[in-house]
């Protein structure tokens, strides 16, 4: 059954907000929980950390993220989701690149071609393969 | 402690994404993107118990990464939590009857290779 391009499309635009949620609400939350310290492991400390903003907008974002991942896998295959959204890793080395100024080693630069390369061979497989489970 | 956390982070995040994949398959593919159907589609799936199975495990998978966090390097966590992409590609093909062909596999050979390389 040949996909149609309306779905390969849908789920390129979903993979992109999926990983885009993740990676932004991620740095939200590290940001954050930076800033407010160690919490400690009490049930009120974490809700209190809740409350900086950082925190609280990446949870947002984080919501955001659990949302669209499980809209793209209500059409895709997992085996074709996870490998194309752990582009999200070279997303995030490229961000600390660009909004850190951290520098990209030669090591870095040699996993960000291999992540590369194999998201582009998943990339190039059928979004989904499997009918109702 | 360390290795203890990695195997709950792996099993936790392979759980979360399988279930989550089976429920979501279980309630058909999304189509309308109108608030308001957002809104229902989140209602339905909400009661869905593979999908509140899926979130639990996520949130223990998301707990266990904040703790390896603090006592392990990055360089160490971040791979670690990658390792889950081979028992969820066994699963895929085994429970969710996905044709996981040759490139699926290379793929995820490389992106694991990758991620090593991209957190040193």
Known sequence: ?133 | MKWVLVLMLVCATTVGDVFRSLGMRRHGEIRDFRPGAIGKAVGMVASNSFVIISTCAMAVSFFSFLKLVSIAPMSFAVPMSAAAFIPETLFARVLLKEAVDWRRWTGVGLILIGVFFISQ
């Open chain 1, 1 to 133: 059954m040949p996909e149609t391009s309306e779905l390969r499309a849908k789920t390129r635009l979903f993979a992109v907000l999926t990983v885009l949620t993740n990676v932004a609400g991620n740095s939200a939350l590290t940001k954050g929980m930076h800033q407010v310290g160690d919490p400690g492991n009490t049930p009120a400390a974490l809700i209190g950390a809740l409350f900086h903003p950082w925190v609280a907008l990446g949870v947002a974002l984080l919501i955001v993220w659990t949302l669209t991942h499980m809209a793209l896998l209500s059409w895709a295959d997992l085996s074709y989701v996870m490998p194309v959204t752990a582009v999200s890793y070279v997303v995030t080395a490229l961000a600390a690149r660009f909004f850190l100024g951290e520098t990209v080693s030669l090591m870095r630069w040699a996993g960000i071609v291999l992540i590369t390369s194999g998201v582009t061979l998943v990339g190039r497989t059928a979004v989904s393969s499997s009918g109702p489970v």
